[in-house]
């Protein structure tokens, strides 16, 4: 095989380790009774509080419509905060409770154990050579920042 071809599989490898490494992480968020799209949602309404509904929407990839039960449930759980945006009326700031900082602060913990184990396998250098090429993959792909396909469902 030439050194400039793509050696067969190459796609289907990387969706077996994001399937993989996806079904992990939800399993290590079950363990804290949420979603990996609440903890998507906990995290982004951490980073930019006073958020939108639909600016978490945009951020997560989902449609609207899907957010709002999201938030309910993480607003009946204690975690998030709607209060009416006083520059908007129509729009809802989201901020998190001080439980729901709390569970960011777990949620951080999980990630970084979880991308520690995932990336495990590889040497300080293929890390930083793998985040390069995936960031180009997922820029060249339209995927937001925050967004993860499973979420759009």
């Known amino acids: 095989m030439p050194s400039d071809a793509v050696p067969p599989r190459t796609?289907?490898?990387?969706?077996?380790?994001g399937a993989s490494a996806a079904d992990r992480f939800q399993a290590r968020v079950a363990a804290l009774g949420l979603t990996?799209?609440?903890?998507?949602?906990?995290?982004i309404i951490g980073q930019r509080p006073g958020i939108s509904q639909r600016e978490v929407a945009h951020a997560l990839g989902?449609?609207?419509s899907r957010i709002v039960a999201l938030l309910d449930e993480l607003?009946?759980?204690g975690l998030v905060d709607r209060e009416r945006n006083e520059a908007d009326r129509?729009?809802?700031?989201?901020?998190?409770t001080d439980e729901g900082?709390?569970?960011?602060?777990?949620l951080r913990a999980v990630a970084?154990?979880?991308?520690a184990e995932v990336l495990d396998v590889l040497e300080p250098d293929e890390r930083v050579a793998l985040a390069a090429l995936l960031q180009k993959l997922s820029a060249g792909t339209g995927l937001t920042r925050d967004g993860h396909p499973g979420y759009r469902g």
């Open 90 to 96: 129509r729009n809802n700031a989201l901020s998190l």
């Open 11 to 17: 796609a289907f490898l990387l969706a077996q380790v």
């Open 101 to 106: 900082r709390t569970m960011l602060s777990r």
């Open 36 to 43: 990996a799209r609440e903890a998507g949602a906990i995290r």
């Open 62 to 64: 989902a449609p609207p």
């Open 75 to 77: 607003s009946s759980s």
């Open 112 to 115: 970084e154990a979880h991308q």
